[in-house]
């Protein structure tokens, strides 16, 4: 069995207001065997299109190698945008070393909700996928029912949008909202295509590609 620790601490600020939320990043980054163009920092992998999304949005001309510019170009963008990094997963065993969710077991969480009410400024999470099992969604629907708090649904169209209220000593009443992304990895490129907007917009333009679809998601909510 491959013990499966995540490589990164969270990455919060003070000014933090929203959240990336996944799960681990592919075994390579914690055993430091990186691929070229991979960058040494949450979802640094260049199979793993969020920076690509990102660096298009905002055109930041962004470095993809494993250099320290690379990291620091990075931290940057999340400092002025006041966007965290916050997996929930802390480690599991693999049978095989990839990094599927579903291939994980004997799963250890991170405590999403604790740092959510120590960082008191952070209003939305975003989800790097959707409720699937082992899905960063589905594991804070388990700590959100063990702390007997509901999510209400607002919208059921993907991006799934849902809700939640947190009470933290000496803080106010918070809402929280969470975004359930379509994954940025390339596994999730079939389920895009089955897509009736997708089919739609590719309908009205044969180049729109699946990049250009999270593209236009991804922009709406960072």
Not at 79 to 108: P, T
Not at 114 to 133: M, R
């Amino acid at each position: 069995m491959f013990f499966h620790q995540h490589p990164y601490p969270p990455y919060l600020t003070k000014d933090t207001e929203k959240i990336i939320v996944g799960t681990l990043p592919p075994p390579r980054f914690s055993t430091g065997d990186l691929h070229e163009r991979d960058v040494n920092f949450c979802y640094g992998s260049y199979h793993n299109s969020l920076w690509l999304f990102l660096d298009k949005i905002f055109n930041l001309n962004l470095r993809f190698d494993n250099s320290e510019a690379a990291i620091l170009e990075r931290q940057q963008f999340l400092n002025q945008r006041k966007i965290g990094v916050c997996d929930i997963v802390e480690s599991c065993y693999r049978e095989k070393i990839d990094a599927s969710d579903l291939g994980m077991n004997q799963i250890k969480l991170r405590n999403l909700m604790g740092y959510i009410k120590a960082y008191p400024n952070i209003h939305t999470i975003l989800f790097t996928g959707g409720n699937s099992k082992n899905g960063p969604e589905y594991f804070l629907r388990k700590q959100l029912k063990e702390q007997g708090i509901s999510l209400t649904k607002i919208e059921d169209e993907i991006p799934r949008i849902h809700q939640f209220n947190i009470n933290s000593e000496g803080q106010p009443n918070r809402l929280i909202t969470t975004v359930s992304l379509t994954s940025p990895s390339g596994s999730a490129n079939r389920a895009i295509g089955s897509m009736p907007l997708y089919k739609q917009l590719k309908q009205r333009d044969a180049k729109f590609s699946t990049f250009d679809f999270r593209v236009m998601q991804y922009r709406e909510f960072f």
